[in-house]
């Protein structure tokens, strides 16, 4: 069954380092997402991606963060300068599926990204 | 503001009973339902996906959808230990490009 890969599984880092979280969606996706959860809390959505470029973002999604797709294959979310608060587990998600038409969303392992 | 809304339990039911979950969402335009369950430490995995009113079963699991009453809920009969997890409601508009989650229900079931 496709799925979403997520990687690293986990990272540490220091405050105010860069951090790159990496997924791949399911090939035949066309809408991509960032989510994150902090421990104990909701899942957040923080972007969403279609056709080469943000098409919604929440108020989490400030200027620290950044996404790309810089191939056809990868979809990537930046934190430039990581705050303590970042600490959490972010998930990648796709959805519209080309072939079927169905809209689920489907999620990867996550990211869980621990600021020291 | 779109809004899902969920009692965060814990709902605790004994082994073989019905588990009841439900979800109330604020946009009338909605027009996906779906549950998902979560794992502690880990992703959400889709349970169930409804779309039009009424009932939808698949195996011990039956999600319910009134869109008149913006109220959608999903049963667990036969209810197992392995069943413990937090059920997480989402509604999506616009078809592909936004899914909206309630906070989640924690789900026990005691042996």
């Known amino acids: 069954e496709p799925e979403v890969t997520q990687t690293p599984s986990h990272q540490v880092t220091q405050m105010g380092q860069e951090v790159i979280l990496r997924c791949v969606p399911i090939?035949?996706?066309?809408?991509f997402y960032w989510y994150r959860q902090i421990l104990g809390q909701k899942v957040e959505f923080l972007v969403s991606?279609?056709?080469?470029?943000?098409?919604?973002k929440s108020e989490i999604f400030d200027d620290q963060f950044s996404v790309e797709r810089p191939d056809g294959s990868n979809f990537t979310l930046k934190i430039r300068s990581t705050k303590l608060e970042d600490s959490a587990m972010y998930f990648c998600a796709s959805s519209g599926d080309l072939s079927s038409g169905a809209n689920v969303l489907t999620f990867g392992a996550g990211s869980r990204l621990t600021v020291l | 503001q779109k809004e899902v809304e969920q009692n965060s339990g814990p709902l605790s039911v004994p082994e073989g009973a019905i588990a009841s979950l439900n979800c109330t969402y604020s946009?009338?335009?909605?027009?996906?339902f779906f549950w998902y369950r979560q794992y502690s430490g880990k992703s959400p995995e889709l349970i169930m996906s409804i779309y039009s009113n009424g009932d939808k079963e698949d195996g011990r699991f039956t999600a319910q959808l009134n869109k008149a009453s913006q109220y959608v809920s999903l049963l667990i009969r036969d209810s197992q230990p392995s069943d413990s997890a937090t059920y997480l409601c989402a509604v999506n508009l616009d078809n592909f490009n936004k899914f909206y989650f309630g906070s989640g229900t924690k789900l026990n079931v005691k042996p």
């Open positions: 946009d009338r335009v909605s027009q996906s």
């Open positions: 991606f279609y056709n080469n470029e943000i098409s919604e």
């Open positions: 090939s035949n996706h066309l809408y």
